[in-house]
Antibody, heavy 116, light 109 residues
């Protein structure tokens, strides 16, 4: 069964950092681009970043460029999102997803709350 | 910027409804990489259409979609109670990014 499971969410103060993880199972992880997407009640779905299967190529949304870093460890079938300089407006449910031109498979999400 | 969808669409069981997704020449109009997602409350989104008009295995044939110019459309025929959910479109862009629609709440009357 193909599955993505996110973890690492929580409550953090503005200006703080957090690292999200996404563990994949049931697929040849290194074959796929992987993405991070977030969802807020007010702004809907927002693509944040993707990374190529080898980890060589990355691309970021302007809203997180310079603050967030996407990475992967293919030996652990895991995707990561290092988030720094967090802002109140980064509060959202964060999803990892397979592929880049389509979010073909989603996890259940992990909630990040940025609040003082 | 986000693709434009109607905030809500409703229909009675058995009817057909259509949701539009309007973008630009830089996204919807640029490639055939338009997808549609269904999201029930408390769940992650699930793909119901990819590459404009293709259904993943396991998705009901009641879901169909098309694209004309900068606007894509999703049609749900034979509306059922289980179709009540939020629906989002997405498109790959000429900037090699992914952009989502504003979302549409489908209500089965």
């Amino acid at each position: 069964q193909v599955q993505l499971v996110e973890s690492g969410g929580g409550v953090v103060k503005p200006g703080g950092s957090l690292r999200l993880s996404c563990e994949a199972s049931g697929l040849t992880f290194s074959d796929y681009y992987m993405s991070w997407i977030r969802q807020t009640p007010g702004k809907g779905l927002e693509w944040l970043a993707y990374i190529s299967g080898s980890g060589t190529y990355t691309n970021y949304a302007d809203s997180v460029k310079g603050r967030f870093t996407i990475s992967r460890d293919n030996t652990k079938n895991s995707l990561y999102l290092q988030m720094s300089s967090l802002r109140v407006e980064d509060t959202a449910m964060y999803y990892c997803a397979r592929d880049r031109s389509i979010a073909a498979l989603w996890g259940q999400g992990t909630l990040v709350t940025v609040s003082s | 910027s986000a693709l434009t969808q109607p905030a809500s669409v409703s229909g009675s069981p058995g009817q057909s409804i259509t949701i539009s997704c309007t973008g630009s020449r830089s996204d919807v109009g640029a490639y055939n990489y338009v997808s549609w997602y269904q999201q029930h409350p408390g769940r992650g989104p699930k793909v119901v259409i990819y590459d404009v008009n293709n259904r993943p295995s396991g998705v009901s044939s009641r879901f169909s979609a098309s694209k004309s110019g900068n606007t894509a459309s999703l049609t749900i025929s034979g509306l059922q109670a289980e179709d009540e959910a939020d629906y989002y479109c997405s498109s790959f862009t000429t900037s090699n990014t992914l952009v989502f629609g504003t979302g549409t709440k489908v209500t089965v009357l």
